[in-house]
């Protein structure tokens, strides 16, 4: 038994241990501090491929300590924690080979590995709560320890964006607190269960459970950047690329999002939350954020800021998928989680080499660089399709299936939104890639070079990397293991208690 | 064995006191040193005491109650007796690095220190209001001596007006202490409670009971009677408002609570509950924004502390007329506060003077670049400020998380627009810090690096806040250590 319990904490202490390990380094000792971040996050992979082969053979890894009269630090590995998991070990392991590609000669090194591991912790911590308390452990260690990424180039223009990203984090957090409170008060210490368990309340709470709803979501609508709570995310566009797909990709906006699954599924549960009519006013939120994200970031000029509305869109996919009633909306959400993380994380990994290699931050110096960068535009390109939902690629599984699901419930105004969003989407990367290819070039006037390759090497590989997954999880979604049989073993699991 | 402990506890800081004051600065480290450490065996000491036996109740030199001195020795006793040593422990080892031996004030530090410890402990343990009394003005003036120590004119104007604030307060305490004595002829603070109970005498005692919470209250620096604490804890040396935040302003709030938890149910009305509780309110919102508007780093820290207070003095509406479940979730909470705003604001006040050494300057915008070239002494300063912003795991988090409780199970949800406000606005007043020292403006690092051992120090006290949210069902169980009437 011991050793079950042993393994999702060697999954956190992994990058904690390499955060401490890394504070302690001497700036200068790059080569070292490198080894070991790769091994620690090699070591996560392994650890997580080790308990995912464990879920699925249903072994138990939980572990519950108490830590205050009446709570409990609780750890929990399901398959819906191993999905997001599995994400953040991947996507750390190829953020960390780009960011010392990314960061080669620049100050502060130290600093900026150290906090970034601890966000990778707080990303594992946060995937394997076992209750809504540890959740929130967690959740508020990821603000804190971000926050020194954000602000990481130390100039005015980032300190005004950190303040902004904790003014709404820090509110967010606070009304997830009292979110939390009040359901402590009315249900005791609740694990997350597969099927939810508040449906077992007095029925005269059911408008009490409504306002607690209302608070947790918002309080996780910030991270999640659900309109109107997504200012912080264009703005902590001056952070460093690789800490911009961490934020967009892997740890911050995620967490948001897999804390609403987490809430809808295994706290209210989701027939429950059906019932209770809290699903619907939260998928035309969601609706509502996609269209308005998308029309933002057809209005931006700076290829970062198209981007981070873009993610703004996209994340709310999950909400979506989230807030359709039926499991195959459920499936269509959550593969989305793992979807727009791989595609998105490409993008950002290619927004970065275009800055570091040509010097280009604005939409119009794009013009002619797939000549330049044949292999980074490919990239882009490919995870620009996926976003647009061409098939075979992710993209396109995720609108599928949440179209599918949709109209099982007869929620066929999904369609229309997925459809609207679909051509904005179209309408914001076409010009983009119809740049990169078929315009003269642009006069790059900061131009780098790195030996033969287009760009460093370590800035060169993770885009490809998952932009060859983007088409894979597309073409094999059919096969066990991918992100689509993944999310229909969790379906299965929350449908069929 | 409880002879030699109470000894330890009461007599060594005394003697260590009195022969510090025929030594220099240099001796009196060194003496000061072995007295850190007797005082960790004896307190460490009475803690397995009370874990195998109980609390008990000790006269001391064998007088019993009505004419001797009493002392009561419970877990809460004990829990406090162990913060002091760990927190007093921590800023003299501060303070015999950061203080410069060649000064010839500093020969009185060693002295004063020993006093105020001697007078913690006494409070920790007094049984009687007259013993909590004495206790309370060792304790006083020896803080005001610790202020006054820089000698320049505006330390001496502070501590003046410390003075004059503590006088006050004591007297005003003692007038309530004298009306009890009339009232029930005697000063056990347990027998009061008693008769009280017994012989239904609220109203006669009620004048007597807000005479003493407002003495105290003023010693405690509670909005609106705060003016004092911000000039004395911001110009005194470092590891001194350390000590002056972290221990003295709790000490008078202890007999407070302690005679609000004996007496005050029975004695005090909700309106005057309610009253205590929103004058901590105000404290908490008011201290917040002034310590967000200082453009002075100790002033910030200082303000903070009058806002952390209020936190404090929630604790008389959350244990008046509620269910005794719920009534013990708000001491506990309380208990945490005040232990991991001791360890928090001392770490703070250490990094701090840390960081004033390093830069030069105590201006918040002279920190520019310290998060590059002294990552150390800004990283201890931030954890401590997770414990006071009340984030996850710290003890700020893990006390408030009780409080909040409280507050929900006792129905007075406005406390808890008090609590999640005033982490919003701590953490607008301890980003504003992080901000300044995160800009980076030239590249050369033109910074003082101070002693390792100082900032290794500060960051031994953050951890410790920071940590002991992880380990809050430990400690309040040492708190919960049983009573067993001795007598």
């Not at chain 1, 070079?449 to 885009?463: I, V």
């Not at chain 2, 806002?307 to 509406?317: C, N, T, V």
């Amino acid at each position: 038994m011991t050793h079950l319990v042993m393994i999702p904490i060697l999954a956190l202490l992994s990058s904690m241990l390499a955060a401490v390990i890394i504070f302690a380094l001497p700036e200068q000792r790059h080569r070292l501090r490198t080894g070991i971040n790769l091994l620690a996050a090699l070591i996560k992979v392994v650890l997580v491929g080790v308990m995912t082969w464990g879920v699925i053979h249903q072994l138990d890894y939980g572990m519950s300590y108490e830590i205050l009269p009446g709570v409990s630090f609780e750890l929990q590995a399901d398959a819906l924690a191993m999905m997001f998991a599995g994400l953040s070990a991947v996507l750390w392991l190829l953020t960390t080979i780009y960011a010392v590609g990314y960061l080669e000669d620049s100050p502060n090194r130290s600093r900026f590995f150290g906090f970034f591991s601890l966000c990778v912790a707080s990303t594992m911590g946060i995937a394997l709560a076992g209750n809504l308390f540890t959740f929130f452990l967690f959740y508020e260690m990821l603000t804190l320890s971000t926050y020194p990424l954000v602000v990481h180039r130390g100039t005015e223009k980032a300190l005004q964006a950190g303040r902004n990203y904790i003014i709404y984090t820090l509110s967010g957090g606070a009304a997830l607190l009292l979110g939390m409170i009040w359901l402590q008060g009315l249900a005791g210490d609740l694990s997350f269960q597969e099927t939810g368990q508040l449906v077992n309340l007095n029925a005269e709470l059911h408008p009490q459970l409504i306002m607690i709803f209302a608070l947790l979501v918002a309080g996780l609508g910030v991270k999640a950047a659900l309109f109107p709570l997504h200012g912080w995310l264009p703005q902590a566009m001056v952070a460093p690329a690789p800490v911009s797909a961490l934020l967009h990709a892997v740890a911050v906006v995620k967490a948001g999002a897999f804390g609403i699954v987490r809430v809808v599924y295994d706290l209210y549960g989701i027939e429950f939350a059906a019932l209770l009519g809290v699903l619907e006013p939260l998928g035309w939120l969601a609706a509502f954020t996609i269209i308005y994200g998308s029309v933002r970031a057809l209005a931006q000029t700076d290829l970062k800021r198209r981007l981070a509305f873009s993610t703004v869109s996209q994340v709310s996919y999950i909400v979506l998928g989230t807030a359709v009633f039926g499991p195959v909306g459920t499936v269509g959400g959550l593969v989305h989680l793992l979807h727009q993380g791989i595609m998105k994380i490409t993008l950002f990994f290619c927004a970065g080499n275009y800055a570091e290699t040509l010097g280009i931050h604005k939409i119009h110096e794009l013009n002619g660089a797939g000549k330049r960068m044949p292999l980074t535009s490919t990239a882009f390109t490919l995870a620009a399709f996926g976003m647009i939902g061409v098939p075979p690629l992710a993209g396109f599984i995720t609108k599928w299936t949440l179209g599918t699901g949709a109209l099982n419930v007869q929620m066929e105004w999904v369609i229309g939104v997925l459809l609207i969003s679909s051509l904005l989407n179209a309408a914001y990367f076409l010009p983009v890639i119809h740049r990169l290819w078929f315009q003269p070039e642009y006069d790059w006037s900061e131009q780098r070079r790195w030996g033969k390759l287009e760009t460093h090497s370590w800035l060169l590989w993770p885009p490809l990397v998952t932009a060859v997954l983007t088409l894979l999880v597309g073409l094999f979604a059919a096969l066990p293991l991918s992100p689509l049989s993944w999310a229909k073993l969790i379906a299965a699991r929350e449908y069929l208690p | 064995m409880s002879n030699w402990l109470m000894a330890g506890l009461l007599f060594t800081p005394l003697a260590l006191a009195t022969t510090s004051l025929l030594l220099d600065f240099r001796q009196g480290r060194a003496l000061a040193w072995l007295g850190m450490v007797l005082q960790l065996l004896v307190s460490v000491g009475l803690w397995g005491l009370v874990k195998q036996e109980g609390g008990f109740y000790y006269s001391l030199a064998g007088w019993d109650a009505p004419l001797g001195i009493e002392l009561r020795v419970d877990g809460l006793a004990v829990t406090f007796l162990l913060l002091t040593t760990l927190v007093a422990s921590g800023c003299g080892i501060h303070a015999g690095i950061y203080l410069k031996p060649d000064k010839p004030w500093q020969r009185y530090f060693w002295p004063l220190y020993w006093f105020l410890w001697a007078g913690l402990n006494t409070v920790w343990i007094g049984g009687d209001l007259f013993n909590l009394y004495v206790g309370l003005e060792l304790i006083s003036l020896a803080a005001v001596g610790l202020v006054a120590l820089g000698g320049q004119a505006e330390a001496l104007r502070a501590a003046l007006r410390y003075l004059l604030a503590a006088l006050l307060g004591s007297m005003v305490y003692l007038l309530g202490v004298a009306l009890i004595y009339g009232q029930f002829g005697t000063l056990s603070l347990a027998e009061v409670a008693h008769q009280v109970r017994l012989m239904d005498q609220a109203e006669l005692m009620r004048p007597a009971l807000v005479l003493m919470l407002v003495g105290l209250a003023l010693k405690t620096a509670l909005f609106p009677l705060h003016g004092w604490l911000p000039p004395a804890h911001g110009i005194a040396k470092s590891p001194v408002s350390a000590l002056l935040s972290a221990l003295v302003v709790k000490a008078s709030f202890y007999i407070a609570a302690r005679i609000w938890l004996e007496a005050g149910e029975v004695v005090a009305t909700q309106w005057m509950a309610q009253l205590i509780g929103t004058l901590g309110a105000a404290a908490v919102i008011w201290g917040s924004w002034l310590a967000w508007r200082q453009p002075r780093l100790k002033q910030v820290v200082a303000y903070s502390s009058v806002a952390q207070i209020g936190y404090l003095f929630l604790l008389f509406p959350l244990t008046f007329g509620v269910d005794a479940s719920t009534s013990l979730q708000a001491q506990q909470g309380i208990t945490l506060q005040v232990i991991s705003h001791a360890l928090a604001k001392s770490a703070m006040f250490l990094a701090a003077g840390n960081l004033i050494l390093a830069v030069g300057s105590n201006r918040v915008d002279a920190l520019a670049g310290v998060s590059h070239f002294l990552p150390f002494s800004l990283f201890s300063f931030g954890l401590a400020g997770v414990s006071l912003m009340g984030l996850p795991p710290s003890g700020g988090f893990a006390a408030k998380w009780m409080l909040l409780q409280a507050s929900m199970a006792s129905g007075q949800w406005w406390w808890i627009l008090v609590l999640v406000g005033g982490g919003l606005l701590s953490a607008a007043y301890v980003f504003r810090i992080y901000r300044a020292s995160f800009l980076e403006r030239d590249e050369k690092d033109h910074f003082y690096h101070p002693d390792r051992r100082l900032e290794v120090v500060a960051m031994l006290l953050a951890v410790a806040s920071l940590g002991l949210g992880l380990a809050g069902s430990q400690v309040l169980s040492v708190m919960a250590l049983p009573f067993e009437e001795v007598q």
